[in-house]
Structures are given as structure tokens and as C-alpha cells.
């Protein structure tokens, strides 16, 4: 077939919503779109691991330890699928991870934040998390089946992952003045970040037009971002934390929350590579593939003896 007829055809397949899948005809630009933002995603679920990593030794107790580093392991789980999705469009995930390394490939600009207490850990849960899953739910819609796939079973982790954020922030602003102050401070700092890394606004976001028409995207960057206000101000204010936006309002009419300037620039320069973590994150990451050769060739080799014994049986 001609290109037009299996354009008009991908098209329309997308117009009455049927899922595209990896055998099915696709434009260079859609398959290239998918793996940019799909190896971002992966990359931004492993490099996720390393702030929340840094506090399981130093969680508070046994439960809140094992809980974290279930959590932590979720999010090596979800990498996995993710990478896996993104090989069904024809890249191999060990060029996928040599992009994150060499600096050319994004994760997302929340991890660059460091992680100074423990209530920190309650607000990636509540805030980080939270934010994912708005934005993520709408993902579980979109027209790339091996990727719409991979965010049903990651939404409902995220939503664990939430709770336990949000149950840390709880108790933490019950506790005692310290804790409250604890809390308090994780929230001043996670805040901004947290909203930022929902994609710059949608007058700055040269992505979304093309991809909603694709319907990769479902929503834009500022309608996934004013549902994340509107769900997260109340449940601040239910555990009397306050959010550090002066100009924060609810407005009747419209039914949602108003926000003070988001600082684009500060934004801007952490995906450039000048937040406060950037250098120490990939060199961290850096290591942990350099760490865990011996472990993926052992890996390997097993699967291979196997088959080879399987074979000669
Ligand atoms: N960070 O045109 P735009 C998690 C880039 S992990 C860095 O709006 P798009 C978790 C963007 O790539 C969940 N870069 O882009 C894990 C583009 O640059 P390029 C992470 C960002 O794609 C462990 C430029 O800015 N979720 O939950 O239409 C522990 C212009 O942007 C960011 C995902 O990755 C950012 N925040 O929309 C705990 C979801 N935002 O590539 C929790 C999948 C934008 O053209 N991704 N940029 O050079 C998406 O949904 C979309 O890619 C975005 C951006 C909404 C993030």
C-alpha cells in the first residue's frame, strides 16, 4: 500500500479508537514520539529509584522500611515493562540506557531534587506519585497498546504508592511540632517540583499538540496539572499542611484552584542539566549498571543453559 492509504488507514484506526500495535503500520514521526517520551518514562522509574533508595536504611522502623523498599522495587518493576514496551517499536533497551548515560536521553526533572528528610519520602509518595498517576491514567487511554498496557498495572501500583506517601505526611503532621515542621518543610520543597514535572504549560510544550492528535496524549500538560491541584490543595488542608502558594485560590465559578507564576526557568534549567542533583543522579545510575554486569550476564547465561538443556531433552 501506498504511504497515504496507510496514513489515512493508521488514522482512522486512531480516530474510532483502536489501539496501535507493534506489527501495525505506524509514521516515522508516531514511532520515534513513542520512544522518546516512553524511554523518558522508563528512565525517570529507575533514576526514581535512587532518591527513595538513599532512605531505606535510615527509615524510621520495620514497616516503614519494608514498605519502602517494596515501593523502591515497584519501581524497577515498572522500568522493566516500560523498556520492554518500548522494544516492540524496534529499539533495544541497551541503546535506551546508553542514551540515558550519555547525558542525551531525559528523565524526569523531580528526581534532580534531593531528598534531606524522611517526610520527603512521604511527599514523593503523596505529591510525586500523585502527579504521575493524573498523568498517567490519561496515558492508560492513549492509542499505543503495549504502552496504554503498561500504565494500567503502574496506576494501580502508583495508587499504593500514594497512599503510603500520604499515611507518612499524616502521621508526620499528628506528630509533634518537630515532625509538623518536618512535614511542613517537605511539602514547601516537593511542591513546585511536583507541579513542574507535569510539562512545562501548554503554551511552552511543543510536544502536545501533535501527540493529542495521535491521541498518545489525552490531555495537556495544564488540564493534567489543574486536576493535580485540585485533587492535592483539600488533602493538605484535611491534615492542616499548608500549600506554599500564596496566590492559591479556589474560584466558585470555574470550580477549580488558581496558582501563583510557575518558575519556567528554573524548570527549564533542571532538564538542561543544572538542578541540584543532576551530576550526582546519573553518576549514581552510571554505577548501579556498572554494578550489576556480573548479574545480568550471570542472568543470561543461565537462561541460555536452560534452553540449551531443555533443547537437548
Ligand atoms: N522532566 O512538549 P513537552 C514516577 C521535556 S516517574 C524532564 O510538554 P511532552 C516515579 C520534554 O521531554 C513518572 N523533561 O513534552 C518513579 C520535551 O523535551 P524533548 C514519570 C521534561 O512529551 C519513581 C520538553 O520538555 N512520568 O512516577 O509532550 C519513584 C517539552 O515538553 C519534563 C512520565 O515520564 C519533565 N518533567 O510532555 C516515584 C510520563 N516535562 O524530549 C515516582 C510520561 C517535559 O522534546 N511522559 N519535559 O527534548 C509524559 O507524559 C510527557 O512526556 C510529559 C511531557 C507530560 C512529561
Redesign the pocket.
Known sequence: MEDTEQLALFEAKIASGQKIEPKDWMPEAYRKQLI??MS??AH??IV??LP?GNWITRAPNLRRKAILLAKVQD?AGHGLYLYSAAETLGIDRSELLAQLHSGKA?????FNYPTLTWADIGA?GWL??GA?IM??TA?ARGSYGPYSRAMVRICKE?SF?NRQGYEIMMHLAQGTPEQKDMAQDALNRWWWPSI?????SDDK????EQ?MKWKV?IES?DEIRERFIDRTVPQAEFIGLKIPDEAMKYNQETGHYEHGPINWDEFFEV?KGNGPCNAQRLKDRINADKNGFWVREAAIAYAAKQAKEKLAS
Not at 513542574?196 to 512545562?200: A, N, R
Open positions: 522518546r517520551m523518558q518514562h525517570s522509574e526514581g529509584m527513595e519501581e531525559k528523565y524526569s526533572s523531580i514523593i510525586v506519585d504521575a498523568n498517567q496515558l502508583e504508592h513542574m514535572m507535569l510539562g512545562p510544550s511543543p510536544n502536545t501527540l496524549k500538560n532538564i
